[in-house]
Protein backbone atom coordinates (compact mmCIF):
# COMPACT_ATOMS: atom_id res chain seq x y z
CA UNK A 1 0.00 0.00 0.00
CA UNK A 2 1.63 3.43 -1.17
CA UNK A 3 0.65 5.24 2.22
CA UNK A 4 1.58 8.53 0.49
CA UNK A 5 -1.66 8.64 -1.71
CA UNK A 6 -3.83 8.10 1.06
CA UNK A 7 -6.27 11.06 1.38
CA UNK A 8 -5.49 12.13 5.14
CA UNK A 9 -9.67 13.45 5.20
CA UNK A 10 -10.74 9.74 4.62
CA UNK A 11 -9.65 9.21 8.23
CA UNK A 12 -11.33 12.44 10.10
CA UNK A 13 -14.41 10.26 8.09
CA UNK A 14 -13.53 7.42 9.90
CA UNK A 15 -13.37 9.27 13.04
CA UNK A 16 -17.11 10.77 12.54
CA UNK A 17 -18.30 7.47 12.02
CA UNK A 18 -16.71 5.63 14.60
CA UNK A 19 -17.96 8.19 17.10
CA UNK A 20 -21.71 8.76 16.03
CA UNK A 21 -22.07 5.24 14.71
CA UNK A 22 -24.40 7.09 11.75
CA UNK A 23 -23.32 8.01 8.44
CA UNK A 24 -26.28 10.87 8.80
CA UNK A 25 -24.67 12.19 11.85
CA UNK A 26 -21.43 11.75 10.57
CA UNK A 27 -22.38 14.13 7.71
CA UNK A 28 -23.33 16.76 9.44
CA UNK A 29 -20.61 17.10 12.11
CA UNK A 30 -18.39 17.35 9.22
CA UNK A 31 -20.86 19.76 7.46
CA UNK A 32 -20.43 17.12 4.07
CA UNK A 33 -23.78 15.35 2.04
CA UNK A 34 -24.53 11.77 3.39
CA UNK A 35 -23.35 11.04 -0.06
CA UNK A 36 -19.90 12.22 0.09
CA UNK A 37 -19.64 10.37 3.68
CA UNK A 38 -20.55 7.31 1.79
CA UNK A 39 -18.05 7.51 -1.15
CA UNK A 40 -15.03 8.47 1.56
CA UNK A 41 -15.92 5.20 3.34
CA UNK A 42 -16.05 3.22 0.18
CA UNK A 43 -12.62 4.41 -0.66
CA UNK A 44 -11.24 4.03 2.36
CA UNK A 45 -12.50 0.17 2.26
CA UNK A 46 -10.66 -0.26 -0.90
CA UNK A 47 -7.49 1.10 0.39
CA UNK A 48 -7.86 -1.06 3.86
CA UNK A 49 -8.93 -3.54 2.48
CA UNK A 50 -11.63 -4.00 4.84
CA UNK A 51 -15.28 -3.53 5.40
CA UNK A 52 -14.78 -1.29 8.40
CA UNK A 53 -18.16 -0.38 9.76
CA UNK A 54 -21.41 -2.58 9.05
CA UNK A 55 -25.12 -1.68 9.83
CA UNK A 56 -26.65 -3.23 12.86
CA UNK A 57 -29.51 -2.29 15.11
CA UNK A 58 -27.59 -0.09 16.86
CA UNK A 59 -25.81 1.78 13.93
CA UNK A 60 -22.90 1.49 12.11
CA UNK A 61 -20.64 -1.05 13.99
CA UNK A 62 -16.92 -1.20 13.82
CA UNK A 63 -15.50 -4.20 12.33
CA UNK A 64 -12.88 -6.27 14.69
CA UNK A 65 -10.03 -4.87 12.25
CA UNK A 66 -11.67 -1.09 12.67
CA UNK A 67 -12.07 -1.60 16.29
CA UNK A 68 -8.07 -2.11 16.60
CA UNK A 69 -7.73 1.64 14.69
CA UNK A 70 -10.51 3.61 16.63
CA UNK A 71 -8.26 4.84 18.99
CA UNK A 72 -5.25 5.48 17.94
CA UNK A 73 -7.00 7.12 14.52
CA UNK A 74 -8.65 9.48 16.61
CA UNK A 75 -5.54 10.18 19.00
CA UNK A 76 -3.27 10.97 16.29
CA UNK A 77 -5.93 13.01 14.26
CA UNK A 78 -6.89 14.72 18.17
CA UNK A 79 -2.81 15.81 17.58
CA UNK A 80 -2.89 17.07 14.27
CA UNK A 81 -5.98 19.80 14.86
CA UNK A 82 -4.19 20.72 18.17
CA UNK A 83 -0.66 21.53 16.01
CA UNK A 84 -3.02 22.85 13.29
CA UNK A 85 -5.45 24.95 15.33
CA UNK A 86 -2.48 26.27 17.51
CA UNK A 87 -0.68 29.26 15.92
CA UNK A 88 1.90 30.91 17.88
CA UNK A 89 0.63 34.35 16.37
CA UNK A 90 -2.90 33.55 17.53
CA UNK A 91 -4.95 37.13 17.45
CA UNK A 92 -8.68 36.33 18.38
CA UNK A 93 -9.72 39.41 15.84
CA UNK A 94 -9.13 37.58 12.88
CA UNK A 95 -9.17 33.89 14.22
CA UNK A 96 -11.89 31.26 13.19
CA UNK A 97 -11.14 28.95 15.64
CA UNK A 98 -13.93 26.11 17.39
CA UNK A 99 -13.41 26.21 21.08
CA UNK A 100 -15.13 22.44 22.44
CA UNK A 101 -15.95 23.45 25.94
CA UNK A 102 -17.56 20.89 28.62
CA UNK A 103 -19.98 23.04 31.33
CA UNK A 104 -22.14 21.31 34.10
CA UNK A 105 -25.50 23.09 34.02
CA UNK A 106 -24.75 25.67 36.75
CA UNK A 107 -21.88 26.67 34.52
CA UNK A 108 -23.73 27.03 31.80
CA UNK A 109 -26.17 29.88 33.85
CA UNK A 110 -24.00 31.46 35.32
CA UNK A 111 -20.64 31.63 33.44
CA UNK A 112 -21.37 30.77 29.95
CA UNK A 113 -24.12 33.98 29.15
CA UNK A 114 -20.47 36.25 30.32
CA UNK A 115 -18.34 34.42 28.19
CA UNK A 116 -20.05 34.14 25.17
CA UNK A 117 -20.37 37.86 25.10
CA UNK A 118 -16.82 38.43 25.98
CA UNK A 119 -15.35 36.04 23.03
CA UNK A 120 -18.05 37.64 20.90
CA UNK A 121 -16.27 40.89 21.25
CA UNK A 122 -12.65 39.70 21.52
CA UNK A 123 -13.13 36.90 18.64
CA UNK A 124 -16.49 37.56 16.55
CA UNK A 125 -15.02 34.88 14.32
CA UNK A 126 -14.79 32.19 17.08
CA UNK A 127 -17.33 29.63 17.91
CA UNK A 128 -17.77 28.61 21.52
CA UNK A 129 -19.17 24.71 21.76
CA UNK A 130 -20.74 24.31 24.81
CA UNK A 131 -21.60 21.11 25.58
CA UNK A 132 -23.51 19.32 28.60
CA UNK A 133 -21.33 17.94 30.73
CA UNK A 134 -22.94 15.72 32.59
CA UNK A 135 -23.53 13.01 29.61
CA UNK A 136 -19.79 13.41 28.69
CA UNK A 137 -16.27 11.28 30.60
CA UNK A 138 -14.91 14.72 30.86
CA UNK A 139 -11.30 13.10 31.68
CA UNK A 140 -11.74 10.49 28.71
CA UNK A 141 -12.54 13.60 26.50
CA UNK A 142 -9.60 15.48 27.00
CA UNK A 143 -7.57 13.02 27.11
CA UNK A 144 -8.63 11.91 23.87
CA UNK A 145 -8.33 16.25 22.91
CA UNK A 146 -12.24 16.14 21.93
CA UNK A 147 -12.91 19.42 24.38
CA UNK A 148 -10.67 21.79 25.17
CA UNK A 149 -11.31 23.09 28.22
CA UNK A 150 -14.22 21.80 31.24
CA UNK A 151 -15.66 24.18 33.73
CA UNK A 152 -17.54 22.82 36.89
CA UNK A 153 -17.35 21.36 40.31
CA UNK A 154 -14.46 19.36 39.55
CA UNK A 155 -11.75 17.61 41.68
CA UNK A 156 -8.08 17.44 40.52
CA UNK A 157 -8.12 13.73 39.11
CA UNK A 158 -4.52 13.06 39.68
CA UNK A 159 -2.09 11.49 37.31
CA UNK A 160 0.01 15.05 36.16
CA UNK A 161 -1.75 15.28 33.00
CA UNK A 162 -4.46 17.46 33.84
CA UNK A 163 -4.53 20.78 35.38
CA UNK A 164 -7.00 22.15 37.69
CA UNK A 165 -7.56 26.13 38.26
CA UNK A 166 -10.07 27.46 40.83
CA UNK A 167 -12.16 30.01 39.43
CA UNK A 168 -14.57 31.14 42.31
CA UNK A 169 -16.48 29.88 45.19
CA UNK A 170 -20.19 29.39 46.11
CA UNK A 171 -22.08 28.82 48.93
CA UNK A 172 -25.95 26.74 49.52
CA UNK A 173 -29.07 28.75 49.85
CA UNK A 174 -32.82 27.67 49.50
CA UNK A 175 -34.49 28.75 46.12
CA UNK A 176 -38.58 29.04 46.99
CA UNK A 177 -41.24 30.73 45.57
CA UNK A 178 -41.60 34.82 47.19
CA UNK A 179 -43.69 34.94 50.29
CA UNK A 180 -43.25 31.18 51.11
CA UNK A 181 -44.98 30.13 54.48
CA UNK A 182 -41.16 28.75 56.04
CA UNK A 183 -39.19 32.03 54.98
CA UNK A 184 -38.91 34.01 58.11
CA UNK A 185 -36.92 37.34 57.57
CA UNK A 186 -35.63 35.39 54.83
CA UNK A 187 -34.15 32.65 56.51
CA UNK A 188 -35.36 28.83 56.42
CA UNK A 189 -34.87 27.10 59.80
CA UNK A 190 -34.36 23.59 60.06
CA UNK A 191 -38.08 22.89 61.56
CA UNK A 192 -39.11 24.42 57.95
CA UNK A 193 -36.83 22.39 56.18
CA UNK A 194 -37.99 19.14 57.30
CA UNK A 195 -42.21 20.42 57.20
CA UNK A 196 -41.95 21.50 53.86
CA UNK A 197 -41.38 19.17 51.06
CA UNK A 198 -38.25 19.47 48.77
CA UNK A 199 -37.72 19.60 45.06
CA UNK A 200 -33.86 17.59 44.24
CA UNK A 201 -32.22 19.15 41.39
CA UNK A 202 -31.17 15.89 39.47
CA UNK A 203 -28.92 17.38 36.60
CA UNK A 204 -26.91 19.92 38.32
CA UNK A 205 -24.30 17.75 40.07
CA UNK A 206 -24.37 20.07 43.49
CA UNK A 207 -24.04 17.30 46.43
CA UNK A 208 -26.95 18.69 48.91
CA UNK A 209 -26.64 15.00 51.01
CA UNK A 210 -24.77 17.92 53.80
CA UNK A 211 -28.89 18.83 54.67
CA UNK A 212 -29.81 15.44 55.39
CA UNK A 213 -26.37 15.41 57.75
CA UNK A 214 -27.81 18.60 59.20
CA UNK A 215 -31.13 17.36 59.72
CA UNK A 216 -30.10 14.34 61.00
CA UNK A 217 -27.83 15.76 64.12
CA UNK A 218 -31.30 17.26 65.05
CA UNK A 219 -33.35 14.00 64.55
CA UNK A 220 -35.61 15.70 61.25
CA UNK A 221 -35.33 14.33 57.90
CA UNK A 222 -36.89 16.03 54.65
CA UNK A 223 -39.27 14.61 52.27
CA UNK A 224 -38.30 14.69 48.79
CA UNK A 225 -41.46 14.96 47.02
CA UNK A 226 -40.04 15.70 42.87
CA UNK A 227 -36.79 14.81 41.33
CA UNK A 228 -36.51 17.21 38.28
CA UNK A 229 -33.97 18.30 35.71
CA UNK A 230 -32.77 21.69 36.40
CA UNK A 231 -34.34 23.81 34.35
CA UNK A 232 -37.64 22.70 35.48
CA UNK A 233 -37.21 24.29 39.13
CA UNK A 234 -38.91 27.76 38.42
CA UNK A 235 -42.04 26.33 37.00
CA UNK A 236 -42.49 23.65 39.92
CA UNK A 237 -41.36 25.89 42.85
CA UNK A 238 -43.55 29.25 41.78
CA UNK A 239 -46.81 26.66 41.54
CA UNK A 240 -45.91 24.96 45.36
CA UNK A 241 -44.70 24.92 48.10
CA UNK A 242 -41.82 22.68 47.37
CA UNK A 243 -38.22 24.07 48.19
CA UNK A 244 -34.76 23.27 46.95
CA UNK A 245 -31.21 23.18 47.58
CA UNK A 246 -28.84 24.95 44.99
CA UNK A 247 -25.47 27.02 45.18
CA UNK A 248 -26.62 30.77 45.06
CA UNK A 249 -25.16 32.32 42.22
CA UNK A 250 -27.42 29.72 40.23
CA UNK A 251 -30.62 30.40 42.56
CA UNK A 252 -29.57 34.36 41.44
CA UNK A 253 -29.44 33.56 37.93
CA UNK A 254 -32.82 31.88 38.27
CA UNK A 255 -34.44 35.14 40.64
CA UNK A 256 -32.86 37.55 37.93
CA UNK A 257 -34.28 35.58 35.12
CA UNK A 258 -38.11 34.85 36.67
CA UNK A 259 -40.31 36.60 38.90
CA UNK A 260 -42.39 34.81 41.25
CA UNK A 261 -38.67 33.39 43.54
CA UNK A 262 -37.07 34.59 46.55
CA UNK A 263 -33.74 33.18 48.04
CA UNK A 264 -33.63 31.45 51.22
CA UNK A 265 -30.43 31.52 53.97
CA UNK A 266 -30.17 28.23 55.63
CA UNK A 267 -30.03 28.45 59.58
CA UNK A 268 -26.91 26.92 60.00
CA UNK A 269 -23.15 27.53 57.75
CA UNK A 270 -23.56 25.52 54.60
CA UNK A 271 -20.28 24.01 52.57
CA UNK A 272 -18.00 25.97 49.95
CA UNK A 273 -18.39 24.45 46.13
CA UNK A 274 -15.87 25.50 43.89
CA UNK A 275 -16.12 25.75 39.93
CA UNK A 276 -12.93 25.28 38.64
CA UNK A 277 -11.53 24.79 35.03
CA UNK A 278 -9.97 21.64 33.40
CA UNK A 279 -7.46 21.13 30.46
CA UNK A 280 -4.81 18.91 29.35
CA UNK A 281 -1.15 19.70 30.17
CA UNK A 282 -0.45 19.53 26.40
CA UNK A 283 -2.49 22.78 26.02
CA UNK A 284 -0.56 24.62 28.30
CA UNK A 285 1.33 26.80 26.43
CA UNK A 286 -0.66 26.79 22.72
CA UNK A 287 -1.43 30.53 22.10
CA UNK A 288 -5.32 30.03 21.51
CA UNK A 289 -5.95 28.17 24.66
CA UNK A 290 -4.06 30.43 26.61
CA UNK A 291 -6.57 33.35 24.95
CA UNK A 292 -9.68 30.88 25.71
CA UNK A 293 -8.70 30.37 29.34
CA UNK A 294 -7.59 34.26 30.33
CA UNK A 295 -11.32 35.21 28.66
CA UNK A 296 -13.02 32.18 31.22
CA UNK A 297 -10.81 34.03 34.29
CA UNK A 298 -12.15 37.77 33.33
CA UNK A 299 -15.83 36.47 33.46
CA UNK A 300 -14.61 34.27 36.68
CA UNK A 301 -13.14 37.39 38.09
CA UNK A 302 -16.78 39.54 37.54
CA UNK A 303 -18.71 36.12 39.12
CA UNK A 304 -16.39 35.92 41.90
CA UNK A 305 -17.37 39.70 42.78
CA UNK A 306 -21.20 39.51 42.36
CA UNK A 307 -21.26 37.88 45.75
CA UNK A 308 -19.62 39.34 48.23
Not at 38 to 54: E, I, K, M, Y
Not at 85 to 113: E, G, K, M, W
Request: charged share 20%; hydrophobic share 45%.
Amino acid sequence: MNWRSVDLNLFFVFDAIAEERSITAAAQRLNLSQSAVSHALARLRRVLGDDLFVRSADGMEPTPYASELVEPIHRILALLRNVLVQSPDFDPTRADTVFRIAVDNSSALVLAPRLSALATVQAPGVTLDLRPSGTLDILDRLERGDIDLAIGNISDPGGGRLNVEPLFDDTFVILARQAHPGGVGGIMTLDALAIHSHLSLTSTGEDDRFLDAELSRHQLTRHVATRAPLLSAPAILTRSDMVAVVSERLARAFVAERSGLEILRLAFVPPRTTTAMLWHRRADDPAAQLWLRQIVRICAKDIGQSIQ
